[in-house]
Nanobody, 121 residues
Framework: QVQFVESGGGLVQPGGSLRLSCEASGFVFSGYSIIWYRKASGKERELVAIISNGIEISDYADSVKGRFSISRDNDKNTVSLLMNNLKPEDTGVYYC??????????????WGQGTQVTVSS
């Protein structure tokens, strides 16, 4: 079955960095765009970053452009999200899923446990 396992979160001071990792299984990883979402307390889930399959183009939410970088390794079925210059508003639980670059909606109903990112001094 489809599975996503997110890791790498933690508590970091403003201005700090974290690298999140998403390990996927149960589907043809190289055939999908992979999307990072985050869910902050009291807010709806939002798309943070997406990387396409094939030529691996990427896009980001305006709030993280220039600070976050997404990459993928199709040999390992993993996607990383490097987060620099973190801000308190980046706090939330980060999840990954697969989808299409145009649609940008999660393809699968299965979600991982997410990884908590807390940015605080």
């Amino acid at each position: 079955q489809v599975q996503f396992v997110e890791s790498g979160g933690g508590l970091v001071q403003p201005g700090g960095s974290l690298r999140l990792s998403c390990e996927a299984s149960g589907f043809v990883f190289s055939g999908y765009s992979i999307i990072w979402y985050r869910k902050a307390s009291g807010k709806e889930r939002e798309l943070v970053a997406i990387i396409s399959n094939g030529i691996e183009i990427s896009d980001y939410a305006d709030s993280v452009k220039g600070r976050f970088s997404i990459s993928r390794d199709n040999d390992k079925n993993t996607v990383s999200l490097l987060m620099n210059n973190l801000k308190p508003e980046d706090t939330g639980v980060y999840y990954c899923n697969a989808g299409t670059y145009v649609g940008r909606r999660p393809e699968f109903d299965s979600w991982g446990q997410g990884t908590q990112v807390t940015v605080s001094s």
